[in-house]
């Protein structure tokens, strides 16, 4: 019997991003419950008492937490093209360069000095990345790897968030061209572009709502 397989998470997190990536690179069909983050269901409270946070994913009775996790949760337990290589080195390189991206180029908005330093930092940051491109498609080669989600579902929002919160401008269209290459050749695979999901809105835990909503089927529905 095969477990279903769901994901709580939240419209437009560039973390579910990452879960979702992974499940349609291995052709996993799932259901995608919207969570309420200001009224938060009991299915989430029960899965992460810990956090009390999307993104979780739900296989069977397990629940996995944390979205790179979830990542390498669903490379092992599902079959599919592999996501992490079988080469020892090679996981270690994407896995290094999975938390650069979370270390190095996370959002920060603050002004004045300290926000020239950062703009600064980050400007270094983007060319070791995008040296790292120059001779190669993705980071592990010719097909999407952990390093690409957890890269590109930053980057491809990072680089307009900061412009627009903090009117920092970063990565404009006529620098890093490796990176914007690699970023329109990712979000370009038919993979993430077109897959078929199940979709529900999770009822908060209030009185008034016991059950959650019904499931809905939902078409083939770009992540993107």
């Not at 270390?103 to 060319?127: H, I, P, R, Y």
């Not at 970063?170 to 572009?193: F, S």
Request: one cysteine or more; glycine letters at 6%.
């Amino acid at each position: 019997m095969v477990e279903p397989v769901k994901l709580i998470g939240g419209f437009g997190s560039p973390f579910v991003h990452r879960a979702e990536v992974a499940l349609r690179l291995k052709g996993v069909p799932y259901e995608l419950i919207l969570e309420d983050m200001t009224n938060k269901s009991e299915l989430l409270l029960k899965h992460n008492p810990v956090h009390k946070k999307v993104h979780v994913l739900l296989h069977g009775d397990k629940a996995v937490c944390e979205s790179l996790l979830i990542v390498e949760y669903v490379d092992e337990a599902f079959d599919g093209p592999p996501i992490l290589s079988t080469d020892p080195h090679e996981r270690s390189e994407a896995r290094f360069w999975s938390k650069f991206f979370v270390g190095k180029l996370a959002l920060w908005t603050e002004e004045g000095e300290d926000q020239k330093v950062f703009v600064m930092d980050a400007k270094e940051n983007l060319a070791l990345v995008e040296a790292q491109l120059s001779q190669k498609r993705f980071f592990g080669g010719a097909t999407i790897g952990l390093a690409d989600i957890a890269g590109v579902s930053l980057l491809s929002r990072w680089a307009s968030v900061m412009q627009g919160v903090a009117g920092v401008s970063v990565m404009t269209d006529d620098e890093y061209a490796a990176i914007h290459r690699w970023m329109e050749d990712y979000n370009a695979d038919e993979a993430l572009r077109s897959a078929c999901r199940t979709e529900t809105i999770s009822s908060p835990t209030s009185p008034r709502s016991g059950e959650s909503a019904s499931p809905r089927p939902s078409p083939c529905y770009p992540i993107i």
